[in-house]
């Protein structure tokens, strides 16, 4: 097993976000001060900071005055007895203040469970804050990194259980030490050194999942067929939901793989947790332990969760359900509109039978679509004369397979994901002594990002090349099998090897998953 590449994923804002929608002419800016009174000089801080924020905020053309809230002689450990500061989020909830300054986290609060509370209750409501000393503003990605680190460390004042384990997690994810409930995860146990193992009966029930959905079968029908023979889920339950099968198809940890820190803790009191989409780090942890799906047959999968979601077609790209009940559904289409073609019961002149019909046709009549309606006994003769034909080539159609294989190889991006690899790690490394340090580190993250995307991309590219490598060994051994026979139509089989069907007015085309194309 190769030797463990782990990429940490910084905490960034999502595209998509309400906040960055939200456009207000006038920051309604409020500044927060707490000081001793036990000494003059804190006295004169007071002083001094409440002047200070005054023409801070007025000066700015792009602010508006919202108060300044003061404490003083006040502990900054809890925020039960700072009125002023209980005064200021009530405002902050009733939309009355869209930013808060305030000198630094310690003048905010001294106790990290309330700051980072009332940082997260604040962010709700899409308010920063804005710590002077420590240049952090909860809004940007490089304030909510910090702030989720600190929130890691165990602190000085009130440490508790629940903090320290926090911590020691954190610690294990950054070593890359995989942590797996895996008393509900198929596929896998744990050895005597906790660490997971094959457990190869499972294994075998996750390659037929795998297979089975890009052969074309449904979450429900992979289901229910697992159902019939009696296999139990993860949980020992008989019943297979479609979402449990989509859970699998989803979970990299299948290719040995682990991206740790999926949920967080929003607050730390109610232990409430919530899916991370980008607000403290991830931690993605390559070759953590034996895979059971190769990577390039994960890919695929994921391809294909993509494509059956966003199936658009015809000219106003309507979206359509994806159907596995027929091999045919949702990979017939049209050659007029290019919508699909959809399997219906003709009964016309008395005739009752199954016909193929275009679905724009059917929806918005013959004005819009004039393509013809297929009879289901000619359209399974069209696609089994393409195999047939292929199957008649014999050693010859081998040989043009094999051509085929050698130009898809020498297209691999391996080397460039290597070289990408190699250059992550380096960035990944600088990252974390910049965060350390309490560095500014955005341009860096941004960087990291890049190339994240840019692997991502070689890793789909070379993923196809490699499913279109053994789509092509599939068909040379499908034809080296059955060479110079002649068979019969059969959905099992249709779904193996054919990628589409177009019907035109007076022909069909007919696509292999290899690439290979027939006109009928």
Not at 272 to 291: D, F, T
Not at 312 to 318: P, Q
Not at 401 to 407: A, V
């Amino acid at each position: 097993m190769a030797g463990k590449n782990i990429t940490v994923i910084p905490a960034r804002k999502r595209v998509g976000s309400t906040a960055a929608k939200e456009k207000i002419k006038k920051l309604r800016v409020a500044a927060y001060c707490r000081v001793s009174t036990e000494t003059e000089e804190q006295n004169l801080s007071y002083e001094v900071q409440v002047a200070h924020y005054t023409e801070f905020i007025k000066k700015n053309t792009e602010w508006e005055f919202a108060g300044i809230f003061v404490d003083d002689g006040i502990s900054g450990t809890n925020t039960k007895k700072r009125e002023e500061f209980n005064r200021m989020i009530e405002e902050c909830m009733e939309g009355n203040i869209d930013l808060v300054i305030t000198k630094s986290i310690s003048r905010f609060a001294r106790n990290t469970l309330d700051c980072l509370k009332y940082i997260r209750q604040l962010k709700e409501k899409y308010i920063a804050v804005y710590f002077e000393k420590e240049n952090i503003n909860t809004m940007d990605a490089k304030g909510e990194v910090l702030l989720t680190i600190m929130a890691s460390l165990a602190q000085q004042e009130s440490q508790s259980l629940s903090q320290n384990v926090k911590l020691g997690l954190q610690y294990r994810y950054q070593q890359g030490k995989v942590q797996v409930n895996h008393n509900r995860f198929m596929g896998y146990t744990k050895d005597e050194e906790g660490n997971l193992i094959i457990v190869p009966e499972e294994a075998e029930i996750i390659k037929r999942i795998y297979r089975e959905y890009l052969e074309g079968k449904s979450l429900v029908g992979i289901g229910r067929d697992l159902e019939k023979d009696g296999i139990l889920t993860a949980a020992g339950k008989p019943r297979w939901r479609p979402e449990t099968i989509k859970k699998i198809l989803l979970n990299e940890k299948y290719i040995g793989d682990a991206l740790l820190q999926k949920t967080f803790t929003v607050d730390f009191l109610t232990k409430k947790r919530v899916k991370n989409e980008g607000h403290v780090p991830q931690y993605y942890v390559e070759n953590s332990h034996e895979a059971i799906i190769p990577k390039e047959l994960f890919l695929q999968a994921q391809e294909e969760l993509h494509r059956r979601s966003n199936i658009y077609t015809g000219a106003d790209k309507n979206k359509r359900i994806y159907s596995s009940k027929y091999a045919l559904s949702t990979i017939t289409f049209c050659g007029d509109c290019g919508d699909i073609y959809r399997r219906v019961y003709w009964n016309i002149h008395g005739r009752k039978e199954f016909v193929w019909r275009c679905v724009t046709r059917i929806e918005q009549g013959p004005e819009v679509c004039k393509n013809r309606t297929v009879k289901e006994a000619e359209l399974y003769d069209a696609v089994m004369t393409a195999i047939n034909r292929l199957l008649a080539g014999g050693d010859n159609m081998i040989r043009i397979l094999e051509e085929n294989i050698h130009s898809v190889i020498g297209d691999t991006t391996e080397y460039k994901i290597s070289e990408i690899n190699a250059l992550l790690e380096e960035k990944q490394k600088e990252l974390i002594s910049l965060a350390n340090k309490g560095k500014d580190f955005e341009s860096l993250a941004d960087e990291i990002e890049e190339l994240r995307e840019k692997r991502q991309t070689f890793l789909v590219e070379d993923a196809s090349l490699s499913g279109e490598n053994e789509r092509i060994n599939e068909l040379i051994e499908f034809v080296r099998n059955n060479k110079y026979r002649t068979l019969r139509y059969d959905d099992t089989l249709v779904r193996k090897i054919i990628q589409n069907v177009t019907v035109y007015d007076d022909h069909f085309v007919i696509c292999f998953k290899s690439g290979i194309e027939m006109e009928v």
